[in-house]
């Protein structure tokens, strides 16, 4: 299962931002199967037992 995200134009210029996502990630102790990136997104991919956990890490990070 995907989860893909839409990134600001000014991530590609701010160090560590995709980083402080996987860290989160990883964090929860999730594994992420496989990771696409382009300029304005992202896609990770996750073992379907982890997806419904690794949106709610997600969401955490980006509604605050």
Known sequence: AGITL??????TKTPGYLFSL????FWENLNIVELF???TE??????EKDVARAFET???????
């Open 6 to 11: 839409k990134l600001p134009q000014e991530s």
């Open 22 to 25: 996987v860290k989160a990630i």
């Open 37 to 39: 990136s382009t300029f």
């Open 42 to 47: 992202l896609t990770l991919i996750f073992e």
């Open 58 to 64: 997600i969401r955490k990070l980006v509604v605050k």
